[in-house]
């Protein structure tokens, strides 16, 4: 069993940036592939982003060039870097430990002026 907290969320303009965090615990996730997913009002859960135990990468299309996954795997964590945001990238943002189908409770990203 693994628990994953999310931080990072918030409102941001477009074209702004947010770091989403995501911290894992009672389980190490080196061995792991992790993942970020979204949920947009009214849309299904899509996956954004995955990074595997090697740190091999793997985004969206709606997102590459833009978001950056990485992993600390000393620390436990998974970050989401965001860049360019736009409005169509508002979502609650889940943390995912695919191999172990665990997800948090998520973290809220508005982009809006």
């Known amino acids: 069993q693994v628990q994953l907290v999310e931080s990072g969320g918030g409102l941001v303009q477009p074209g702004g940036s947010l770091k989403l965090s995501c911290a894992a615990s009672?389980?190490?996730?080196?061995?792991?592939?992790m993942g970020w997913d979204r949920e947009a009002p009214g849309k299904q859960r899509e996956l954004v982003a995955v990074?595997?135990?090697?740190?091999?990468?793997n985004y969206a299309d709606s997102v590459k060039g833009r978001f950056t996954i990485s992993r600390d795997n000393a620390k436990n964590t998974v970050d989401l870097q965001m860049n360019s945001l736009k409005p169509e990238d508002t979502a609650v943002y889940y943390c995912?430990?695919?191999?172990?189908?665990?997800w948090g409770l998520g973290t809220q990203v508005t982009v809006s002026s």
């Open positions: 990074i595997t135990d090697g740190g091999r990468t």
């Open positions: 995912r430990c695919v191999e172990l189908g665990y």
């Open positions: 009672r389980t190490r996730i080196a061995p792991y592939t």
